[in-house]
């Protein structure tokens, strides 16, 4: 089993998924998430404060779009389909999706 470290930009998010609400990690599934496996562990940091976190599975999909009619939307802290698709669209383009597809990390 393996420990990744993962920034947390954003101090709502950092929160979300440190008291539980957030258990579903959105990211491009890119040649560092290839390496993560169920039961590897996360170090999520924010201005130099950390937590970890266990992978409980991953879910993959070329695009958001598609992921997020497969995964429980209630469990991304980002609302419905619509708004999500906007907001993860700031922080990875349609391009960068569709070159690496996108991963949603059920953590716990």
Known sequence: MATHNMNLGQQRYFDLV???????????????RRKFQ????????????????TIKGLVL????DSLFDIIDMS???LGDKE???????????????EKFGVVGIIIS
């Open 61 to 64: 999909a070329q695009n958001f």
């Open 18 to 32: 440190k008291s539980g609400a957030k258990t579903i990690e959105l990211r491009l599934w890119d040649e560092k």
């Open 75 to 77: 469990k991304t802290g």
């Open 83 to 97: 708004n999500a698709l906007k907001i993860m669209e700031q922080f990875f383009d349609k391009s960068a999706q």
């Open 38 to 53: 169920p039961g590897d562990t996360i170090i999520f940091d924010h201005e130099n404060e950390y937590f970890t976190v």
